[in-house]
Antibody, heavy 119, light 112 residues
């Protein structure tokens, strides 16, 4: 069946880096866009980026450039989110979600990856 | 920050009908972009509930319905059930933010 499976929870110290993966299965990876969404503890959903999986071109939300790097490995149908120079405010659950590109909905979501940044 | 405003909470008794509003502006909902709704049960990932204003994905009960008018949209839940207790988010596209998606502030539905 169509699914997105994300990597497990991470505990990192401030200043470190983290890489979260999102493996797609059950469909042709490059036929759909990939999105990343952040949810801080007790807060709402915040869209971060959508990626054209054919070209690899990302479109970022404000505030998610620089320390946030989004990449793809189409050979293994996997999307990645890397965050460098982690701050305590990066503590959140990060979701990948499949869509067909703006303005379409996100039909399939990964289970989420909890990233905790604490000294 | 969110540019789509939702009430923080709504509540109702089992069997009742509740509605959740989602208020945007002329650069998103009012520009004609579709509105989508997601349900997030406690401790789980969001799930698509309504897409393109008023369409239900396969498997979503017809108790859930959506509508859109002007710069706002609404989600209605009729015949409220205990399992509907969750957070609900609207989503649209905003042309003023370098082309980006925007989510609503979220609404907690409590079944009394």
């Amino acid at each position: 069946q169509v699914q997105l499976v994300q990597s497990g929870s991470e505990l990192k110290k401030p200043g470190a880096s983290v890489k979260v993966s999102c493996k797609a299965s059950g469909y042709t990876f490059t036929n759909y866009a990939m999105n990343w969404v952040r949810q801080a503890p007790g807060q709402g959903l915040e869209w971060m980026v959508w990626i054209n999986t054919n070209t690899g071109n990302p479109t970022y939300a404000q505030g998610f450039t620089g320390r946030f790097v989004f990449s793809l490995d189409t050979s293994v149908s996997t999307a990645y989110l890397q965050i460098s120079s982690l701050k305590t405010e990066d503590t959140a659950v990060y979701y990948c979600a499949r869509g067909s590109g703006p303005p379409d909905a996100f039909e399939i979501w990964g289970q989420g990856t909890m990233v905790t940044v604490s000294s | 920050q969110s540019v789509l405003t939702q009430p923080p909470s709504v509540s109702g008794a089992p069997g009742q009908r509740v509605t959740i509003s989602c208020t945007g502006s002329s650069s998103n909902i009012g520009a004609g972009y579709d509105v989508h709704w997601y349900q997030q049960l406690p401790g789980t990932a969001p799930k698509l509930l309504i897409y393109d204003n008023n369409n239900r994905p396969s498997g979503v009960p017809d108790r859930f319905s959506g509508s859109k008018s002007g710069t706002s949209a609404s989600l209605a839940i009729s015949g409220l059930q205990a399992e509907d207790e969750a957070d609900y988010y609207c989503q649209s596209y905003d042309s003023s933010l370098s082309g980006s998606y925007v989510f609503g502030t979220g609404t907690k539905v409590t079944v009394l």
